[in-house]
């Protein structure tokens, strides 16, 4: 009989801040690949990244949702 596999979702957010996103980016990246590791992912099936915005438009923050097979 065929095992039945269970699909999960995890969603990580951040702030962005003017002439620091390339390190905010690093750190939601390494939360991520730390969040794979302990939870001994198998197989990412999606991960997309979306920003959030204030009243003017501005870009100021980042939710990032992983979906994985468990």
Do not use: H
């Amino acid at each position: 009989m065929e095992e039945k596999k269970s699909i999960k979702i995890k969603t990580f957010t951040t702030e962005l801040r003017i002439f620091k996103t390339a390190k905010e980016l690093r750190a939601l990246d390494e939360e991520v690949n730390r969040f794979i590791a302990k939870n001994r992912v198998k197989k990412v099936i999606s991960v997309s990244d979306s920003t959030t915005t204030d009243n003017t438009g501005a870009a100021i923050g980042l939710i990032r949702v992983l979906a994985y097979e468990a």
